[in-house]
């Protein structure tokens, strides 16, 4: 008799996602106010959009974008859009939280916005974020989970394109090892440029293996829509793997590189902030504890505390990146 | 003078000390401010710290306004509650701190005994242990049994507490820490000319007047 033996990807019937569960239901802004209908106001909003002249629209290449059911895990309730798009970490315009939403939205103009790949490859080019969105084969949706290195977690539905196609299109040579990321640098409509809370513009950078890694994401949109200035328009590094600080904004340089290049926050405090920046809760910040962490819009006026996952629970996925180093060592 | 006349008022005081408690509930229900509703605990959280460390820095700033405005009727008025306004930091202290035990609860209590041992958590701790003795020690038979030079010496820990809340406050931020400037900045100011002035002022007497 042939005893057939499942193979480790072969799934039960049981584990299929319910058809009703792809659909996304982000964790509602307050108990009065359902925010599906973002959804509803975004799809429309994007459809009219479509027929503006471009000069007069945001980057909206790409949109409406297709969802990537392989990067929506269902366990995964999408934090609602208000809270994604009104609290923020973006220096640039204010260091409180509160602050990017007002400011970024100014007269900062995100459209047109032109990105420069440059480095150690073969196609070195500057590009208009919309043509590279389409060069890039349009864009995709992906949810992930969100770890901010101050202990407060979001899980957001981005759209935007895989950095492995934006870094095939750029062509490294085989000296090139690590990516910078360079955010833009105009004093004029960033308020926070003009003070020295940070050394301006601000800078980050991947190991080139784990820029090229499945996950790592270039965004252009959360929630179908083009990506508000507070969250970093037009182009955002996205590392779920990472803390949330690693998400370089407003990107204009794409440079590749042999050695390590520096990073804004690990030149700031390099004891409290490393290169690496996974998430790690049994590696601590030198003023907390990283094994814990805040879910934002999440269990109400008491709110809500979960565990942190090893790699923000991408470990299966990127720890292989990692192996044989000491991540007490390259926090 | 009628801002002297109200700033006397007991009744008034308390008003002033209880509103900035309350506060939170205008973003958090009327306003329905996403900003403050996406963590609403961290909100009060750092509200109440906030709110402390300003009653703290205030009281700081009474006896300091009196040695160098001694005939200036606002600052006599607010002298009357200096124990008022130090016993509020202390309750808006310990209000930020049982928030923070509440904030940190992730299921066991081993990640707060983890985060109150790093300084930036210790100092906060110390400044409110501070804060809860010299209140202890505020009710009017504690003070008369403890005699005025020892409860004197004992209240100068307040300093301490400023000191230590002033860090613990700055170490909270990740950049330069403005607003602990403008919170005790006034307060080391008005010290200093306060001490300067009283060092000028008694050139005879062996003592100089404790002013604390």
């Keep these: ?331 | 003078m009628f801002a002297a006349a109200l700033l006397r008022s007991k009744a008034f005081v308390w008003i002033v000390l209880v509103l900035p408690g309350l506060w939170p509930a205008w973003p958090l229900f009327v306003r329905q401010d996403p900003s403050a509703l996406t963590d609403p605990l961290k909100f009060i959280l750092l509200h109440y710290g906030f709110v402390a460390c300003v009653l703290l820095a205030t009281v700081l700033t009474f006896s300091p306004l009196r040695v160098l405005f001694p005939r200036w009727d606002i600052a006599l008025a607010l002298n009357r509650h200096r124990r008022l306004v130090g016993v509020s930091s202390f309750a808006y202290a310990l209000l930020h701190f049982s928030v923070q035990v509440l904030y940190v609860y992730d299921g066991g209590f081993e990640t707060l005994a983890k985060e109150i041992r790093k300084p930036f958590q210790l100092t906060g701790l110390a400044a409110l242990l501070i804060l809860l003795v010299l209140t202890i020690t505020s009710v009017n038979a504690l003070i008369r049994r403890m005699g005025a030079r020892r409860w004197k010496n004992l209240h100068r820990l307040v300093y301490v507490a400023a000191l230590l809340a002033a860090y613990h406050q700055a170490d909270a931020r990740k950049t330069f820490p403005l607003q602990v400037v403008w919170i005790f900045g006034p307060v080391l100011l008005l010290q200093i000319a306060r001490v300067w002035k009283q060092r000028r002022g008694t050139p005879a007497r062996a003592v100089p007047t404790p002013g604390a």
């Excluded at chain 1, 799809?43 to 974008?65: E, I, N, V």
Aim: net charge positive; hydrophobic share 40%; charged share 25%.
């Design chain 1, 1 to 331: 008799m042939l005893i057939r033996t499942p193979k480790d990807w072969e799934l039960p019937e049981s584990a299929v996602t319910p058809e009703r569960d792809y659909a996304l239901r982000p964790r509602p802004f307050s108990p009065r106010r359902e925010f599906l209908r973002t959804l509803g106001a975004g799809a429309a909003g994007l459809a009219a959009s479509s027929l503006l002249p471009r000069s007069l629209r945001a980057t909206t290449a790409g949109f409406p974008t297709r969802v990537n059911l392989d990067y929506r895990d269902p366990a995964l309730v999408p934090t609602a859009y208000d809270y994604i798009t009104s609290y923020n970490n973006f220096y640039e315009f204010g260091t409180g939280k509160a602050d990017p939403k007002p400011n970024a939205n100014k007269g900062w103009k995100t459209e047109p916005w032109t990105v420069e790949l440059t480095g150690l490859i073969r196609n070195k080019v500057k590009i208009d974020a919309n043509d590279l969105v389409m060069k890039m084969g349009g864009a995709e949706q992906r949810v992930y989970r969100f770890r901010c290195v101050e202990a407060w977690s979001m899980v957001i539905p981005w759209d935007g394109f895989p950095l492995s196609k934006l870094i095939a299109f750029a062509d490294p040579l085989p000296e090139a090892k690590y990516v910078t990321f360079t955010t833009f640098l105009d004093p004029k409509n960033a308020p926070g440029q003009r003070g020295s809370a940070l050394d301006w513009p601000y800078l980050e950078g991947l190991r080139l293996d784990e820029a090229n890694h499945d996950l790592a994401f270039m965004a252009t949109g959360i929630y179908g829509k083009p990506i508000p200035n507070q969250n970093g328009a037009p182009l955002r590094l996205v590392v779920p793997w990472k803390y949330g600080f690693k998400y370089g904004k407003s990107i204009v340089k794409i440079d590749f590189v042999a050695r390590e290049p520096r990073n804004t926050w690990k030149v700031m405090a390099s004891h409290e902030y490393g290169f690496y920046a996974n998430v790690n809760p049994t590696v601590d910040h030198p003023r907390w504890s990283q094994a814990s962490e805040r879910v934002i819009g999440a269990g109400g006026l008491l709110g809500q505390r979960q565990r942190t996952l090893m790699f923000n629970g991408y470990e299966k996925q990127v720890a292989g990146l990692y192996a044989g180093m000491d991540l007490r060592r390259f926090y």
